[in-house]
């Protein structure tokens, strides 16, 4: 039926080549065919090639090759497509297959390549599982960042009621004090002026703490990192960091160095890892005698790189948590989770940052954040 060079070509073929007639009958196939489906010559020559498909090509094989030969409309024929076909044992694998049809072949004849995919499909399978792994986890950190970035504020609530309160209460001084003005027989329109700028100054002041709440709590479904003054985030938490130094009554200390470079990061996970550290520090310090609890909040530059450091003269860290201290669920606090420190060293590996603690001598902690320098400032 075939040249010898034919029947070399088709021999030398890595894929299964099956030629058959415009019945679907098997007319030749070449070793590769036998190697692949597992069927001797003899079971596949003269045998319809459905019996090398699944359902429900197999039930579909021959309506189309009528469609075809009446028609001329090809499904296959000519452009080829990710199929699976089954062995002889009856299992079945991903394969790709092209189908031509031999020129001047009267009836046709048609030659088929069968490429067997399974070892690709299973790699690509595995890439696919490992990246929705990959998605699942980094969902599930992303959740977890957030529901501790709210838990954050909730232990917070009671420092930033204070901070809102302090406004609220002199727009409403400021606001008597006009209608105090306004009624004098004559009224002061000078002292009325002034205390309706007062009240727009105090409103700005409560909207700014908002502000800076709600870019906090903030639902960002995508993180986005961009080149950021650690600096310029710290100064916009200290809203927040006073109100809560003043409930815990501890004399809060910042020393920012100026013109530090700045980083590839996202402003609200590092915004929310200082807080998480400052939140640690105030916890420590409760321990400490009223009026002798001090947290200091530093930033430095560090052999090119930016560091942020969070100091107290607390107790210092437990010998029993200290080779743990930012595992998952660590913790030797009543009220504590063992969230806070591991959410902080995931935020600071994905800026390609590291964090550590040290101790502070005579006692307390030292906790120190550094981050990979990206840019320059100007002097």
Do not use: W
């Not at 001329?72 to 497509?81: D, K, P, Q, V």
């Not at 490429?115 to 992303?142: G, I, M």
């Not at 400021?174 to 209608?179: G, I, L, Q, V």
């Not at 607390?314 to 063992?338: E, V």
């Amino acid at each position: 039926m075939f040249s010898r060079e034919t029947q070399a070509l088709m021999e030398a073929a890595i894929d299964a080549v099956i030629v058959i007639d415009h019945r679907g009958r098997i007319l030749a196939v070449n070793d590769s065919t036998r190697r692949i489906f597992g069927f001797r010559t003899d079971q596949l020559l003269g045998q319809n090639v459905s019996m090398l498909m699944p359902e429900p090509d197999r039930g579909a094989h021959d309506e189309y090759m009528a469609r075809y030969l009446s028609t001329g409309a090809a499904r296959i024929i000519g452009l080829g497509r990710e199929v699976f076909a089954q062995r002889s044992d009856g299992t079945v694998f991903p394969a790709r297959l092209s189908v031509g049809r031999i020129p001047d072949s009267n009836p046709p004849r048609f030659v088929g390549l069968v490429r067997d995919n399974t070892t690709e499909h299973e790699a690509t399978t595995a890439l696919k599982l490992e990246r929705d792994r990959a998605n699942a986890y980094l969902l599930a950190q992303d959740r977890l960042t957030r529901v501790a970035r709210m838990a954050t504020m909730g232990v917070m609530a009671t420092g930033i009621a204070h901070e809102l309160n302090q406004p609220l209460t002199a727009i409403t001084t400021y606001a008597r004090a006009c209608e105090h003005y306004a009624n004098m027989p004559v009224p002061d329109l000078a002292e009325l002026r002034e205390a309706v700028r007062e009240i727009g100054a105090e409103g700005q002041r409560a909207a700014r703490i908002i502000t800076r709440l709600r870019q906090l709590v903030r639902n960002d479904e995508h993180v986005e990192f961009a080149p950021t003054d650690v600096n310029v985030l710290i100064e916009e938490l200290m809203i927040l960091l006073n109100a809560d130094a003043r409930v815990h009554d501890t004399r809060l200390t910042v020393n920012l160095t100026p013109h530090l470079p700045r980083v590839n990061g996202s402003p609200i996970q590092l915004q929310q890892l200082v807080l998480s550290l400052a939140r640690n520090a105030f916890e420590a310090l409760a321990e400490m005698p009223p009026g002798e609890r001090e947290l200091e909040l530093r930033t430095v530059r560090n052999d090119g790189d930016v560091e942020i450091r969070v100091s107290d003269n607390g107790p210092g860290i437990s010998p029993l948590i200290a080779g743990r201290l930012f595992d998952t669920f660590s913790t030797t606090r009543k009220s504590g989770t063992g969230l806070g420190l591991a959410i902080s060293r995931t935020i600071a590996q994905t800026h390609g940052g590291t964090i550590a603690s040290e101790p502070v001598l005579p006692h307390g902690a030292s906790f120190r954040l550094r981050l990979p320098a990206t840019e320059e400032t100007d002097q």
